[in-house]
C-alpha cells in the first residue's frame, strides 16, 4: 500500500495555465505539506496543513492555493503558471514534525 | 531566514566510512533531522538528534552538537546503493528547514 500518493507524476503545461496537483495519505496522520524542490535540488516549505487547518504559508505568491478537504488530502492549485513554477513538487505528511513522509513527487514543466 | 550549509560533494569508495557535515545558525529549534533521496526519487527519512550527542542506527549515525552549531551524519561500510543525495534539516516552530544538500558518490 502507498503511504503517500500524489497525482499527476509528471505534469508539461504553457505559460498561464491553471493545474493542479492532489496528494492523498493513508497513514492516518494529522500534518500534511508541500515543498517545492527546485533545479538545484534546493527543497523548501510551501505550505503546512494540520487537520485540514493552515498553519504555516511560507510567503508563496497567491496564485498557489492549497485546499484540504479532509486530514487525508491535501491538494495544489496553481493559477497562472509562469516559468519559474518549473519544479518538482512534493507533498508529505507526519504525525511528528522530525520524521515526514514524501509522496513521489511531481515534475511540472512549464514551457 | 535561516540558513544550513553542507558541503556540495563527498565522494567515498565501497566499504569506506563517510562524515556529512551541516553547520547552521539559529538556537531556537527542536531538532536536527536527516534525509536521504536518490536521484529521481523522494526524500525519505534517516535519522533524528533532538539532543546532543550520537544516535545509531544500523549503518547510519547522527551526531548534534548544539553548542557549537554543528551536526554530522556517519555512513558506515558504504556501498554502491548509498549513492544518493543527503539533507540535514532543522525541526522549527511547525516546519522543517532543509539543509543545501550534499551529493554522495560511492565508488567500486
Known amino acids: 500500500d502507498t503511504a503517500v500518493s500524489q497525482t499527476p507524476k509528471y505534469l508539461v503545461t504553457q505559460m498561464g495555465n491553471d493545474k493542479s496537483i492532489k496528494c492523498e495519505q493513508n497513514l492516518g496522520h494529522d500534518t500534511m505539506y508541500w515543498y517545492k524542490q527546485d533545479s538545484k535540488k534546493f527543497l523548501k516549505i510551501m505550505f503546512s496543513?494540520?487537520?485540514?487547518?493552515?498553519?504555516i504559508n511560507e510567503t508563496v505568491p497567491n496564485r498557489f492555493s492549497p485546499k484540504s478537504p479532509d486530514k487525508a488530502h491535501l491538494n495544489l492549485h496553481i493559477n497562472s503558471l509562469e516559468l519559474g513554477d518549473s519544479a518538482v513538487y512534493f507533498c508529505a505528511s507526519s504525525q511528528d514534525l522530525s520524521e515526514q513522509f514524501f509522496g513521489p513527487g511531481t515534475r511540472l514543466t512549464v514551457l | 531566514g535561516q540558513s544550513l550549509e553542507q558541503p556540495s560533494e563527498v565522494t567515498a569508495v565501497e566499504g569506506a566510512i563517510v562524515q556529512i557535515n551541516c553547520t547552521y545558525q539559529?538556537?531556537?529549534?527542536?531538532?536536527l533531522s536527516w534525509y536521504q533521496q536518490h536521484d529521481g526519487g523522494a526524500p525519505t527519512f534517516l535519522s533524528y538528534n533532538a539532543l546532543d550527542g550520537l544516535e545509531e542506527t544500523g549503518r547510519f549515525s547522527s551526531f548534534l552538537s548544539r553548542s557549537d552549531s554543528y551536526g554530522y551524519l556517519l555512513l558506515q561500510e558504504l556501498q554502491m546503493k548509498d549513492s544518493a543525495s543527503y539533507f540535514c534539516?532543522?525541526?522549527?516552530?511547525?516546519?522543517?528547514?532543509f539543509g543545501t544538500g550534499t551529493r554522495l558518490q560511492v565508488f567500486p
Open positions: 496543513y494540520n487537520n485540514k487547518e493552515l498553519i
Open positions: 534539516a532543522l525541526c522549527e516552530d511547525d516546519k522543517l528547514i
Open positions: 539559529t538556537s531556537g529549534f527542536y531538532g
